[in-house]
Nanobody, 125 residues
Framework: QLQLVESGGGLVQPGESLRLSCTVY????????IGWFRQAPWLEREGISC????????KYADSVKGRFTISRDNAKNTVYLRMNRLKSEDTASYYC??????????????????WGQGTQVTVSS
């Protein structure tokens, strides 16, 4: 059954780190790029990162560049998002999504075919 399952969210203090996981069932990371998005209440969905199926090239939004790192383990069919130096403005629900082929433009959520249910990240002191 095709499914994307996020995990690793939680409550942390500003400056701390988290690692999110997106485990993919029913799709091969050899053919699908995986993107991470987030959405905070009353705000638009924001694309934050993507890792390409073909060459593992990566993309980041300016808001997370230098703090977040995306990686993948094809053997586990899992993509990770390491989030360092978290800020209160990083608080959101985080979603992973799959797009066939190379990574779309960072904010092009409509080019993704499959989505996970999300995991909550709260950054608060």
């Amino acid at each position: 059954q095709l499914q994307l399952v996020e995990s690793g969210g939680g409550l942390v203090q500003p400056g701390e780190s988290l690692r999110l996981s997106c485990t993919v069932y029913g799709l091969s990371l050899d053919y699908y790029s995986i993107g991470w998005f987030r959405q905070a209440p009353w705000l638009e969905r924001e694309g934050i990162s993507c890792i390409s199926s073909s060459d593992s090239s990566t993309k980041y939004a300016d808001s997370v560049k230098g703090r977040f790192t995306i990686s993948r383990d094809n053997a586990k069919n899992t993509v990770y998002l390491r989030m360092n130096r978290l800020k209160s403005e990083d608080t959101a629900s985080y979603y992973c999504a799959a797009a066939r082929g190379s990574c779309p433009d960072i904010g092009s959520y409509f080019e993704y075919d499959y989505w996970g249910q999300g995991t909550q990240v709260t950054v608060s002191s």
